[in-house]
């Protein structure tokens, strides 16, 4: 039963992200031409929200559901890995216009075509592990 | 007016995408949706060949947990929150709909995705099929070399102030407008 409530976490995002359409190829093609301030509407505002929540958060105040301080791990320092990866990831995100989350969403959603992505997502994932001790991080 | 079966307005739609990451932070977890397609590599056994797939995925059930539901949500939304009698969805700039026609990919008519990428007859073409992989394969090892994706990074990594995560987020959008400016004119 304590799984219910990431079940109800997960049916809110997918919900969220097929009715703004960030889910939509359409909408990716009109952010990266500036067509369109909804997408950068939906990140900045999303970002706000996190920011204050998590300043809250780190106050002390509010604990988790465990009764437990709330903290959250830095990200690791570097540059080569976030730069380039995130390079490589925005080519594919440009062009087929999912992330990850809306790759799931869609499947979801009745659009079958999209496996053939989470396959291509899944054999880049697998390419990662096996390079990864080569590539610079 | 906020109708539910049109277009979420962007403060809607933002307020409740930074609600969903709040709330996993709350529940002691945090919002990443890539990290499970690693998950899935190491349950389908990738884990013989790689180190980087020897982990306890078990531990991260939880987060599959939060996958099946999106995919739920995604069935419930196109299901009975989408009626194109009540509303108008995917309305785009009237300057993208002339560039897509340049680029031959049909305008949305209130559909999500082109027909010209996931249609059943586009599916049976060589070229879209090798678009959707080597797409897919991007943004699975672009995704997992940065450490993340949108909701680990752009949302996540930047509400939590993280440098890592804006060289990420300005990553993503070089890779993005270098496709969408200048390799898909040549590939459509």
């Known amino acids: 039963m304590k799984f219910i409530k990431y079940l109800l976490v997960g049916v809110l995002f997918g919900v969220v992200l097929t009715k703004s359409e960030a889910v939509s190829w359409y909408r990716i093609y009109e952010m990266f031409h500036f067509q369109s301030f909804h997408m950068f509407g939906i990140i900045m505002t999303a970002v706000v929200v996190g920011v204050i929540g998590i300043q809250i958060f780190k106050r002390g105040k509010i604990k988790n559901i465990h009764g437990e301080p709330i903290t959250i791990a830095d990200k690791d320092k570097g540059f080569t890995n976030y730069f380039v990866g995130g390079l490589l990831f925005g080519l594919g995100w440009g062009l087929i216009g999912t992330c990850p989350g809306p790759i799931f969403i869609l499947i979801g959603a009745g659009f079958w075509g999209v496996g053939v992505i989470l396959l291509g997502s899944l054999v880049g994932t697998y390419l990662y592990g096996l390079l990864r001790n080569k590539l610079p991080h | ?188």
Request: aromatic content about 12%; charged content about 10%; some cysteine.
């Open chain 2, 1 to 188: 007016m906020f109708n539910i079966y049109g277009t979420w307005p962007w403060y809607i739609s933002g307020f409740l995408i930074g609600t969903v990451m709040l709330l996993l932070i709350f529940f002691g977890k945090n919002f990443g949706m890539s990290s499970n397609l690693r998950t899935m590599c190491s349950i389908m056994g990738a884990g013989k060949t790689a180190e980087f797939f020897r982990f306890d995925w078990k531990a991260q059930r939880w987060n599959l947990t939060v996958v099946f539901g999106a995919m739920i949500g995604g069935w419930l939304a196109v299901t009975f929150l989408t009626d194109p009698t009540k509303a108008d969805t995917v309305v785009l700039n009237p300057q993208t709909i002339t560039e897509l026609h340049q680029l031959n990919i049909d305008e949305p008519n209130g559909k999500l995705l082109p027909d010209a990428l996931t249609s059943a007859e586009a599916l049976k073409d060589t070229k879209i099929l090798a678009i959707l992989l080597i797409g897919g394969v991007l943004v699975g090892f672009g995704t997992r070399y940065a450490g993340g994706c949108t909701s680990g990074h752009a949302i996540s990594g930047l509400s939590n102030l993280q440098l890592p995560s804006l060289i990420a987020v300005i990553g993503f959008f070089i890779g993005g407008l270098i496709m969408s400016w200048l390799l898909l004119p040549l590939i459509f």
